[in-house]
């Protein structure tokens, strides 16, 4: 294995071993790599470095190898290991040990680039496989006793201060893939402490137009990714002082909206779809029509476009249980919420108390159906449905509660109203 001149190895530091480190499958999968590729065969790179330098919580455990994915193949396949070739022509193996996957590449080197995908060749050179990183922070490796190599020089600098700089040159990397313009912001909403790097900053607003070229599905994924942080409002902010999110979202404008909703210290406004949604205009079109050229799910969709709906902030129980009634649970708490981020709404206090009633129990239908309605002697036809909805009415307006004594009546006046008194 050669390390390369230019970006030599740094072994300075080291992070105590980690339980993830430490468990039997990770054990077993790196024990594996190493009797076929000998001693410091297999580092852990990326997310899992980062997050241990960072006290981030590690979920995905990323491993780089110089054997060949034939060679780790036939590794972990001695071992007793489960290999999934789940991305062979770009290096990768997915290892899975006792139930637990692990994501094994080869250090590679791009051949050619066109801004969406590349030609990779394999390499056992570990500097060469960080230049073609996106950020430094994320080209830092790790052995199994948490010895770290940084190639760059700077990323576990970077990681510790919370800085997000591209590997080498910023153009070079971004046009190597534009979805790197969308993981700048994002890694900066997740990982990114103070100022944004300025030269990051400035190539992405300058190169912004790559963003067309992207597929819907990476775009969104990264939106929705960025989203889901903790505080994703100075990136967003980032992004549509640079141009990018015109780019991503057009549609999302309402930067006041998002801001208060995405601040607010209440779990439900942390959900990233009804983050979206705040950034949107209250046009269901306009939300349907972002969610279908974004390729999001029928599901996302339908609930950006239930969302988007100007509702007017139910001061009162009985009007939010009409909500939850009319529009579904999912649907009422997310109007509540994007009104009262949008200033129609009440004090927090009672936004709080309106929120667990909306998650409570669903209130009931009306104990009314056909067959009675047909029996109290309307005649078949519309006029069935006539007297459903006015019974419906008067249910809601009874607070979804009534005795039997008291629906049999009301389902009599209204027989009674269709059938002689005429219809209204």
């Not at 890694?187 to 137009?209: I, N, Q, S």
């Not at 999110?245 to 406004?269: C, K, Q, S």
């Not at 029509?289 to 139910?314: H, I």
């Not at 979804?400 to 209204?414: C, G």
Request: proline share 6%; net charge negative; glycine share 8%.
């Amino acid at each position: 294995m050669t390390e390369s001149s230019a970006m030599a190895d740094a072994v300075p530091e080291q992070i105590p071993v980690q339980d993830w480190m430490a468990a039997a499958p990770t054990r077993r999968v790196m024990a594996a790599l190493e009797a076929r590729g000998g001693p410091g065969a297999a580092r852990f790179v990326g997310g899992c470095v980062r997050n241990a330098l960072m006290g981030r919580k590690v979920e995905d455990v990323d491993i780089a190898t110089p054997l060949t994915p034939e060679a780790v193949t036939e590794a972990l396949q001695a071992a007793g290991i489960k290999a999934v070739p789940t991305g062979v022509e770009h290096g990768t193996v997915t290892a899975v040990a006792d139930k637990t996957p692990f994501e094994i590449t080869t250090l590679r080197r791009d051949v050619e680039t066109d801004g969406r995908r590349a030609v990779v060749a394999f390499t056992d050179d570990w500097a060469e496989d960080a230049r073609r990183r996106d950020f430094r922070l994320n080209a830092i490796y790790a052995d199994a006793q948490g010895r770290l190599y940084d190639p760059t020089g700077a990323g576990v600098a970077d990681a510790r201060a919370g800085r997000i700089v591209f590997v080498g040159d910023a153009e070079t990397r971004i046009r190597e893939d534009y979805l790197r313009i969308l993981r700048f912001f994002r890694f900066h909403a997740w990982y990114g402490r103070g100022e944004p790097d300025a030269e990051g900053l400035e190539t992405c607003a300058r190169l912004k137009d790559g963003v067309r070229s992207l597929s819907a599905e990476r775009v969104a994924k990264e939106l929705l990714k960025l989203l889901a942080a903790e505080d994703p409002r100075g990136a967003v902010g980032l992004m549509a002082g640079s141009g990018v999110l015109t780019e991503a979202a057009p549609e999302a404008r309402d930067l006041e909206r998002f801001a208060v909703l995405a601040g607010a210290d209440l779990e439900p406004a942390r959900d990233p779809v009804l983050r979206l949604a705040a950034l949107l205009p209250d046009a269901p079109d306009v939300a349907r029509s972002m969610a279908e050229r974004l390729r999001l799910s029928n599901a996302q969709r339908e609930r950006l476009a239930a969302a988007v709906v100007v509702t007017d902030f139910p001061l009162s129980d009985p009007a939010a249980r009409e909500l939850v009634y009319r529009f579904g649970r999912q649907a009422a708490a997310d109007r509540l919420l994007l009104a009262w981020a949008a200033g129609r709404g009440a004090e927090r206090e009672r936004l709080d108390e309106l929120l667990a009633l909306v998650v409570g129990p669903a209130p009931a239908r009306p104990p009314i159906g056909g067959a009675e309605i047909l029996a109290a002697g309307v005649p078949p036809g519309p006029l069935v449905g006539e007297v459903q909805r006015a019974l419906e009415a008067w249910w809601i307006g009874r607070d979804f509660h009534a005795t039997k004594a008291e629906v049999r009546e009301a389902l009599a006046a209204e027989a009674a109203r269709v059938t002689h008194g005429g219809r209204r």
